[in-house]
């Protein structure tokens, strides 16, 4: 068995300072045992730019393609435990929330997010599945809208979240109600409104509006909005602005949308380390 001692023969740990740390992502969401969604999103669309994840899983599910069968949202104090434990061993760059499962652990993200102030947080509101199911109830979705919205730098919903967390429905009147709840960032993506593109449009708290079209892909994808997020938030840990982030994000998910693997019979799942796979015969990039 190979020793662990350092090559002074001591088995104490260096000491290190917060700048000698590389920062990290941490992440918090659900396990998606099919691994189109989730915390196994995050990690992959993290590695993807070079940035080392770190997981804390908020609630297990039942679902593969098809769909979500079943939540068991964890125990808020396990989560909390956790969440301190990364923040005080490691140098998170940014924080990214995913799906929640229950009211408590709202509350204790809430708290978290208070204590961290500088702490960029990026929040992909899960409510409902790829497939459609809803797994958010109206007290979640209330303590979201009221109290965890304003303690995030960015919002990333889909267009019936944006209307859900609202009670708008057109796109510039949700955004700016949900700017309004204190986020100075809204991301909402067009992947739900007809149209041969896709039109994504970020709003900032200043007015400032930025809009990008991207070619539809054909089919229906797991996990896509986990990847965009975590996208993101990892490409504001590696130090790029905000919009910029947004930006490449963008970008890299529809790359990995159109590389998309059939892993099950139902939703493609992202193909987020296409990088490894080599070139691919077609347009790398949307025309």
């Not at 104490?12 to 998606?32: I, S, Y």
């Not at 669309?45 to 393609?65: E, F, K, M, P, Y």
């Not at 949700?174 to 100075?184: D, F, M, W």
Request: hydrophobic share 40%; proline share 7%; with cysteine.
């Amino acid at each position: 068995m190979m020793s662990t001692a350092t090559s002074t023969g001591s088995s104490t740990p260096a000491v290190t300072t917060p700048a000698d740390l590389r920062p990290v992502l941490l992440c918090v969401g659900g396990h998606d045992p099919s691994g189109g969604a989730g915390i196994q999103a995050d990690a992959e669309a993290a590695r993807a730019v070079g940035v080392h994840a770190c997981s804390v899983i908020s609630c297990l599910t039942d679902q593969d393609t098809c769909g979500v069968v079943r939540l068991w949202p964890q125990g808020p104090q396990s989560i909390e435990d956790q969440c301190r434990r990364v923040l005080t061993d490691s140098r998170v760059g940014a924080l990214k929330i995913g799906l929640l499962g229950s009211l408590r652990v709202v509350r204790v993200l809430c708290a978290l997010t208070t204590e961290q102030p500088r702490l960029p947080v990026i929040l992909d509101p899960v409510l409902a599945s790829g497939a459609g199911q809803q797994v958010a109830d109206a007290a979640l979705v209330d303590q979201l809208r009221n109290n965890l919205l304003e303690r995030c730098t960015l919002v990333t919903p889909n267009l019936p979240e944006a209307r859900l967390l609202s009670g708008f429905r057109e796109p510039d009147d949700c955004a700016r109600q949900l700017l309004q709840s204190g986020c100075p960032w809204v991301l909402i993506t067009g992947t739900h409104a007809p149209g041969d593109a896709v039109i994504n449009r970020l709003y900032g708290r200043d007015d400032s509006r930025r809009e990008w079209a991207w070619p539809r892909l054909d089919g229906s994808y797991h996990g896509s909005g986990c990847t965009l997020a975590s996208a993101v938030a990892a490409r504001i840990v590696r130090g790029l602005d905000l919009e910029d982030a947004v930006a490449e994000a963008q970008s890299y998910t529809w790359q990995s949308l159109n590389r998309a693997l059939r892993t099950g019979h139902c939703q493609l799942t992202p193909n987020r380390l296409f990088a490894l796979d080599g070139p691919l015969d077609g347009p790398e990039v949307p025309p």
